[in-house]
């Protein structure tokens, strides 16, 4: 029951901000329940309607995260997204775009949306999105759905012997 992707944000928003936030932005997709309340994100976490398990939680990193160390960016509040693996993972990850694209939108301070420590899918650090340079993870409809400017940019975090 490993989290897949991590949406690790530098803001000066609570938990329960992002959470509301987070909330607002997946009923307006239907992604939740129209009955679903912001404060489930910060328990047991909330299911989709395609399976993907999101959860809001805050952080307090230690120095040598390496989204510190390497990325520069101290999260405060993160986002796990968990798809189920018996499903379209493909579209899951697009709603995990579509849902970081708006919070992005809505939320200030730097960003960073990866999976397991491996692959930074984005980054914006100083109001700058870069995404990473990989086609098969940045299709032509999940680029559609990024409103805002961005430039194209592989990021690594580095190997650690």
Known sequence: MSISHSFNLATPLSVAEVAHTLNDIAQGLRLFDATTEPERLLTEGVDTRFGTWVRVFATNPKPWN??????????????????????????????????VSG????LPGDAVLQYHYEVIWLLRRGGEL???????????????????????????FSEED
């Not at 510190?68 to 775009?97: H, M, N, W, Y």
């Not at 990989?134 to 430039?151: G, N």
């Open 130 to 156: 870069s995404l990473n340079e990989r086609d098969d993870l940045w299709t032509p409809p999940r680029l559609a759905a990024v409103p805002q400017p961005y430039r194209r940019e592989t990021h690594e």
């Open 103 to 106: 919070l992005l939108t809505r």
């Open 66 to 99: 390496p989204l510190i160390t390497d990325l520069k960016v101290t999260p405060t509040v993160s986002v796990a997204f968990r798809p189920d693996k018996a499903d379209d993972l493909s579209g899951q990850e697009d709603d995990i775009v579509r849902l």
